[in-house]
């Protein structure tokens, strides 16, 4: 099977590199990732900055700049097998190179506190924007996975970033966004927006999974949503999660999107959960497991998807090629 790209758009790496390099580690990511990435053939991964509730709210920007800097860190140790991404042209040298390409976002705008803040980011290599994790910050509300919050959409200051990261070309994730948030983000820009990492509620039932009139709407305006891994997102219950529930969500995706704009966003979490707070565990409804093996076992999930029926083009374009296209269509660079 020829497929040339492998993008997983969504990967909570760094801050595991972070807390590794305050621990004198150096070269984390080739020795602790890349054996995976070279494994599932990935050519590339956006690479999430995620602020830990227990950091929050004063070592919100401290956290996520080190975390930007301690990717630079280890891109200048591996410049052989690892590039910064900004845009889709990045991503196709990143493969042709045999490298494996990163492209930074926000997960939750608690660092930004400011437009000049988003600019600053920005000027440092983060192209995406994901407003809120499944808590309250400054710019929206998140979904709540317990259901116990009151939610609202967007704030003032949420509108004005989200106005501000359009105008930059930023990718616009409304995973983990309230429902009313998303329609203050649908209802105030133009551009293709992504659902990095969502599933479909059609499917389950969950406050963090997309809805069928959200996912159209994303695909109308030529974005994209990501293929969550995450047993926790694709069942609602624990005995209930599998590989062969994740397909039914695939195809439940394609059917209402259509092929162009579904993509990988797996949100690999078994290495990390250990490192999370309680506070930040118990809005789980059960501990959450990967339903494919880490990126390393991603060929054996695409010859599943083949076995399941998916012809090759289909494949090229969940696997990497949707994605390259909404950079493209974004001209992030």
Same mark, same amino acid.
């Given at each position: 099977?020829?497929?040339?790209?492998?993008?997983?758009?969504?990967?909570?790496?760094?801050?595991?590199?972070?807390?590794? @390099?305050?621990?004198?580690? @150096?070269?984390?990511?080739?020795?602790?990732?890349?054996?995976?990435?070279? &494994?599932?053939?990935?050519?590339?991964?956006?690479?999430?900055? =995620?602020? #830990?509730?227990?950091?929050?709210?004063? /070592?919100?920007?401290?956290?996520?700049?080190?975390?930007?800097?301690?990717?630079?860190?280890?891109? &200048?140790?591996?410049?052989?097998?690892?590039?910064?991404?900004?845009?889709?042209? #990045?991503?196709?040298?990143?493969?042709?190179?045999?490298?494996?390409?990163?492209?930074?976002?926000?997960?939750?705008?608690?660092?930004?506190?400011?437009?000049?803040?988003? %600019?600053?980011?920005? &000027?440092?290599?983060?192209? /995406?924007?994901?407003?809120?994790?499944?808590?309250?910050?400054?710019?929206?509300?998140?979904?709540? =996975?317990?259901?116990?919050?009151?939610?609202?959409?967007?704030?003032?200051?949420?509108?004005?970033?989200? @106005?501000?990261?359009?105008?930059?070309?930023?990718? !616009?994730? !409304?995973?983990?966004?309230? #429902?009313?948030? $998303?329609?203050?983000?649908?209802?105030?820009?133009?551009?293709?927006?992504?659902?990095?990492?969502?599933?479909?509620?059609?499917? &389950?039932?969950?406050?963090?999974?997309?809805?069928?009139?959200?996912?159209?709407?994303?695909?109308?305006?030529?974005?994209?949503?990501?293929?969550?891994?995450?047993?926790?997102?694709?069942?609602?219950?624990?005995?209930?999660?599998?590989?062969?529930?994740?397909?039914?969500?695939?195809?439940?995706?394609?059917?209402?999107? /259509?092929? #162009?704009? $579904?993509?990988?966003?797996?949100?690999?979490?078994?290495?990390?959960?250990?490192?999370?707070?309680?506070?930040?565990?118990?809005?789980?409804?059960?501990?959450? =497991?990967?339903? $494919?093996? /880490?990126?390393?076992?991603?060929?054996?999930?695409?010859?599943?998807?083949?076995? %399941?029926?998916?012809?090759?083009?289909?494949?090229?374009?969940?696997?990497?090629?949707?994605?390259?296209?909404?950079?493209?269509?974004?001209?992030?660079?």
């Amino acid at each position: 099977m020829n497929i040339q790209y492998t993008i997983d758009g969504h990967f909570d790496m760094l801050g595991d590199v972070c807390q590794r @390099r305050r621990n004198g580690e @150096r070269e984390v990511i080739r020795r602790c990732f890349y054996p995976a990435f070279a &494994a599932g053939h990935v050519t590339g991964v956006v690479a999430s900055i =995620f602020v #830990d509730s227990c950091r929050l709210p004063y /070592g919100a920007l401290e956290d996520a700049m080190e975390q930007v800097g301690a990717l630079h860190c280890e891109i &200048a140790e591996s410049p052989d097998i690892l590039m910064l991404c900004t845009c889709a042209a #990045d991503f196709e040298e990143a493969a042709r190179s045999k490298k494996l390409g990163v492209l930074m976002s926000f997960e939750g705008a608690e660092p930004v506190s400011s437009l000049t803040l988003l %600019h600053s980011f920005y &000027a440092a290599g983060v192209r /995406g924007l994901g407003l809120a994790w499944s808590r309250r910050n400054q710019a929206a509300d998140g979904c709540d =996975f317990m259901g116990g919050l009151k939610k609202g959409g967007l704030t003032q200051f949420g509108l004005d970033l989200v @106005r501000e990261a359009e105008k930059l070309s930023m990718l !616009i994730d !409304i995973s983990h966004l309230s #429902d009313e948030g $998303v329609e203050d983000v649908l209802n105030h820009t133009s551009c293709p927006i992504v659902a990095t990492h969502s599933n479909a509620r059609a499917i &389950a039932s969950n406050n963090r999974n997309l809805t069928d009139a959200q996912m159209a709407e994303i695909a109308r305006r030529g974005g994209l949503a990501g293929l969550n891994g995450c047993s926790i997102i694709a069942s609602e219950t624990k005995e209930g999660a599998s590989q062969e529930k994740l397909i039914e969500h695939l195809d439940h995706m394609i059917d209402v999107m /259509g092929e #162009d704009h $579904v993509g990988f966003g797996f949100d690999f979490c078994d290495q990390f959960l250990t490192g999370s707070s309680a506070q930040d565990l118990a809005r789980m409804p059960y501990v959450s =497991f990967d339903l $494919v093996g /880490g990126h390393g076992a991603l060929p054996e999930f695409i010859g599943r998807l083949a076995d %399941h029926g998916y012809r090759e083009e289909r494949l090229r374009k969940i696997a990497g090629e949707n994605w390259l296209e909404l950079f493209r269509r974004l001209d992030t660079k």
